[in-house]
């Protein structure tokens, strides 16, 4: 299984774009790049995922360079409610799901 | 059903005793999880069920921990004699599994917090 390695913290105000890249260099060929946020109290939420390239949908986007050694989530304009836990999971269809500790993003007013 | 289901979402139970959380999951799903997250810690694997292969119960902390998933949908996740350090939240999740084309999405359950004092 790759491991990824994502910043520990990170904090940010209302509006601002957030983007937070994680690092899996020994990613393989039939690995996916899955994000899931998670809430206090709460179980994680899947994000977005992808392969290569970029990917968008109505939360996010997730670019992912040519030689998918690492891949950076991108939250556009965030507001409170985005204040969680960002993981950032590598992994191939049929094998056990393996979080790291994820990034906590701090928004302030 | 809609999502997974868990139960029970709370319990406390006296140290020594054994307890048992079910997870039902997502209708149609083939992949079934078991993880653990302590207060303020990251999530750690449990277990997982993938259809008919043998469970990989490669991060089941001790024998005192052991789950089963009955007919391919519900899972029981049993801790015998309970200590205080296995107070946490057990979350379930589940997935389906396609090709390998199509990643691995799992949806989460709201998780069973367990007290154990």
């Known amino acids: 299984l790759a491991k990824t390695t994502q910043p520990i913290s990170m904090d940010s105000y209302e509006g601002q774009e957030v983007n937070i890249t994680c690092s899996h260099n020994n990613i393989a060929t039939n690995d996916y790049i899955t994000w899931y946020q998670q809430f206090p109290s709460q179980g994680p939420r899947f994000i977005i995922q992808g392969y290569k390239t970029k990917v968008t949908n109505e939360v996010a986007s997730l670019f992912i360079p040519a030689d998918r050694k690492s891949s950076t989530l991108s939250l556009p304009r965030v507001s409170l409610s985005d204040t969680a836990v960002y993981y950032c999971l590598v992994n191939q269809a049929g094998t056990a799901l393996i979080f790291g500790k994820g990034t906590t993003l701090s928004v302030s007013s | 059903g809609a999502g997974v289901s868990q139960s029970p979402s709370n319990k406390v139970t006296e140290k020594g005793k054994d307890v048992e959380l079910r997870c039902d999951p997502i209708s149609g799903h083939t992949a079934l999880y078991w993880y653990r997250q302590s207060l303020g810690q990251g999530l750690e694997f449990l277990i997982y069920f993938q259809g008919n292969s043998a469970p990989d119960k490669s991060g089941l902390p001790s024998d005192r921990f052991s789950a089963e998933r009955t007919g391919g949908s519900v899972s029981t996740l049993t801790i015998q004699r309970t200590q205080q350090e296995d107070s946490a939240v057990y979350l379930c999740?589940?997935?389906?599994?396609?090709?390998?084309?199509?990643?691995?999405?799992?949806?989460f359950g709201e998780g069973s917090w367990l007290t154990v004092v």
């Open positions: 999740a589940s997935s389906f599994v396609g090709p390998l084309s199509s990643g691995n999405t799992i949806y």
